[in-house]
């Protein structure tokens, strides 16, 4: 069994910054990409930024030059840094990993439980 734990989300104010961490539990042998996604209230769940186990990213238009995801591989973890956060970033962030080899087997891929970011004055 794997799981994932987001952490780092919450209230900040236009222009602030946060950094969302999530870490991932279990007896794991291997991991492919590992990403983050927000959900907005009403709307779609979208990506916003991946990191593949190589270290190639990709972001969303609409949060490149402000995000950056990076990983810890040897801890099974992955970061995103916000800055210059705007209240339309305002969502659920989940964390997934895709490809996940554990001892007792192989996921395809595995969700966090998400955790809200909210931009307001």
């Known amino acids: 069994q794997v799981q994932l734990v987001e952490s780092g989300g919450g209230l900040v104010q236009p222009g602030g910054s946060l950094r969302l961490s999530c870490a991932a539990s279990?007896?794991?042998?291997?991991?492919?990409?590992m990403g983050w996604y927000r959900q907005a209230p009403g709307k779609e769940r979208e990506l916003v930024a991946a990191?593949?186990?190589?270290?190639?990213?990709n972001y969303a238009d609409s949060v490149k030059g402000r995000f950056t995801i990076s990983r810890d591989s040897a801890k099974h973890t992955v970061f995103l840094q916000m800055n210059s956060l705007k209240p339309e970033d305002t969502a659920v962030y989940y964390c997934?990993?895709?490809?996940?080899?554990?001892?007792?087997?192989?996921?395809?891929?595995?969700w966090g439980q998400g955790t809200l970011v909210t931009v307001s004055s």
């Open positions: 997934k990993a895709t490809k996940v080899l554990v001892t007792t087997g192989p996921y395809l891929e595995v």
């Open positions: 279990g007896r794991i042998l291997s991991m492919n990409a």
């Open positions: 990191i593949t186990s190589g270290g190639s990213t």
